[in-house]
């Protein structure tokens, strides 16, 4: 049995990347009923908001499903105090320090993942005690790693380095890239931008439709010097990207992000002053679709890649 | 039988990448004589040279080769002279329009292959009429593109977008990426940075131990607002990243460059002022050896991850 359905009692290594403002319980919910992992995006919740969407996902699954928690955010501490009240089983941590919260999770029953983008982070998350750690490549959407390094080089670099298994991200949307990244020694895939275009997320509609429209070269990794992060380009990136050309400092450039950008752009809507978070790969995404949908069709397509790949004879 | 192996004739679907300073006759001819297709690297060479180089390789493999011409290259019409002249049956073609010389060329008795990083070139490169495309991803060592589209992304949009074979290239160093090269849609593979690491490349000696100790975060797409390059870090890059920050005019960038830079770090092994030009995936090549044993190496790690993916039941 494959190492990650087997961790979290899954019946296919998919999990569904958590993401702001997308990912709520009714994305989560689908996801698990369909044979995947689940994940409620906490980053964009207020604690009443996570518990609310925890105990509508209790609701309308059987299955295990997960919250990811981005260290840095101001209510983590709380938030995993509500996840281990609430019992879940599963929490996927990024953006902050493993070691800070991991063995007092693993001590509360959680399994605990931990999202990297280099060698030397994928290092402590196994030293902290990870049950395995997801490799986020350049090609993904939202927050990324300064280094740049991309799924098709981090994933073997990160299997060589931790022995716990290993979750690819970035640049996933098909089951020819699911096979791709297994290939590559992946253990799982984390599929976020795909799952942004199903019929269960929060996304707003604008947005959703903007991400099928999305060509290659449509987005880009910004905000260097404060956190990287992929955006689809709009007004909105137009703006900073100027900036960044000028050598805008750090200041300058927070201040043209303001607050509530992401929340104006993914979930209400606003297409040209709103902060548009997604990977590469949604020029690949041309069809909006219920999540089990898409999870078959992703299963479908693996088996139907393998096939042809077994038949190469070198 | 594979389509790239059948349109050139080769044993294996791997391409030698053509490198400035990194591939003349004796890696082309090994690397051809291994089963794979050497290209003769010409963007570093005056018109005798690339003749000399052209009737060395002739002597040192019976097996086909090619030579990689970048088309904005002051010398690129008089090297198209030259391969027809000298009955060259292979052209790579880059950085440049593909519909200047494709029909020419093929008129000639060329097969020519075109360089793109979108789908709008690979189109315009299917219209002129070339055999095949090089999909090149944001992972690669040297002249890249300014869409940033990584490998595990761009292969399967050029698979959709042509109809003529594709090759992939960028993060490919194994068999294992090869394999994934294929489970994304690839008919074949191009590898530059893991034969810059051959003992045939004519790359100096400093710089082929520098690309061995690299690691994930070592190299860096640059020189963004000229031509982007992914160069290997050190005292130059640095000097431009910092220049670039401040939001350097290309006119200041262009002083800095100055002339000969790539010469003087990869032929010459001047790692401080030198320009280093290798891919991500540096940090996965730990060994210099024979060009044989490389390709022997990647198709035997190709056979294994076909087997394991083989295995994968979902």
């Given at each position: 049995m494959n190492k990650i359905s087997k961790l979290f009692n899954i019946k296919y290594p998919i999990i569904q990347g958590g993401m702001i403002w997308c990912s709520g319980w009714e994305l989560a919910g689908a996801v698990s009923n369909a044979g995947g992992l689940g994940l409620i995006?906490?980053?964009s919740m207020t604690p009443d908001i996570l518990?609310?969407?925890?105990h509508k996902c209790k609701n309308s699954t059987k299955n295990p499903f997960g919250v990811n928690i981005p260290l840095l955010f101001p209510h983590?501490?709380?938030f995993i105090k509500i996840l281990i009240e609430e019992e879940i089983k599963v929490v996927f941590t990024s953006a902050g320090n493993p070691a800070k919260y991991t063995s007092f999770l693993k001590e509360n029953g959680l399994k605990v993942v931990h999202v990297i983008a280099n060698t030397k982070f994928a290092k402590?998350?196994?030293e902290a005690g990870?049950?395995?750690?997801?490799?986020?490549?350049f090609e993904a959407g939202g927050h990324n790693g300064?280094?740049?390094t991309t799924t098709m080089v981090l994933v073997p670099l990160i299997k060589k380095a931790v022995s716990v298994p290993v979750i690819a991200a970035g640049g996933?949307?098909?089951?020819g890239a699911m096979l791709a990244a297994m290939a590559l020694g992946a253990d799982g895939v984390q599929i976020g931008s795909r799952f942004v275009c199903s019929k269960e997320s929060s996304a707003h509609e604008m947005f959703k439709q903007k991400v099928l429209e999305a060509k290659d070269g449509d987005t880009m990794l910004s905000l260097k010097k404060l956190v990287a992060v992929r955006l689809l380009k709009n007004k909105f990136y137009e703006d900073i990207a100027k900036k960044e050309l000028e050598g805008a400092s750090p200041e300058e450039l927070l201040e043209l992000l303001g607050q509530g950008r992401s929340k104006k752009g993914m979930f209400e809507g606003d297409m040209d002053e709103g902060e548009l978070e997604i990977g590469q790969v949604s020029a690949l995404i041309n069809e909006i679709k219920p999540a089990k949908e898409i999870i078959d069709e992703i299963i479908s397509e693996f088996n139907q890649a393998k096939n042809t790949v077994s038949g190469v004879e070198l």
């Open positions: 995006g906490s980053g518990r609310e969407h925890i983590a501490e709380e402590k998350a196994e990870v049950d395995a750690v997801v490799a986020e490549g300064r280094e740049e996933i949307a098909t089951g």
